[in-house]
């Protein structure tokens, strides 16, 4: 199955989608910033903390073709930990 579509991380894309999403209490969400804020933080402390391995491995479970650049990812990821939060970085070799 080819990945396709646009990606979630594209904040037009994101605005879009979480338009489509309502609150508990059925109305719109307000906050969007800090929604896309956290995406972004836990999508790079679980780059961060997952060997790239792992990574590759999620990617070809998912059946996408080609290249994952897990480790590109993971390092670009475990850098921005190293920088604004080291205390939330595990060893990861692999």
Not at 74 to 87: D, I, M, Q, R, V
């Amino acid at each position: 199955m080819p990945a396709g579509g646009p990606p979630f991380i594209d904040r037009s894309v994101f605005n879009e989608l979480i338009a489509r999403v309502p609150t508990v209490a059925g109305k719109s969400y307000q906050d969007l910033d800090t929604i896309y804020r956290d995406m972004s933080r836990l999508v790079v402390a679980w780059l961060g903390n997952l060997t790239p391995s792992e990574i590759r491995k999620l990617y070809n479970n998912l059946g996408w073709e080609g290249e994952a650049n897990a480790r590109a990812l993971h390092e670009c990821a475990k850098s921005w930990l190293a920088e604004y939060h080291p205390e939330l970085l595990r060893d990861t070799k692999g």
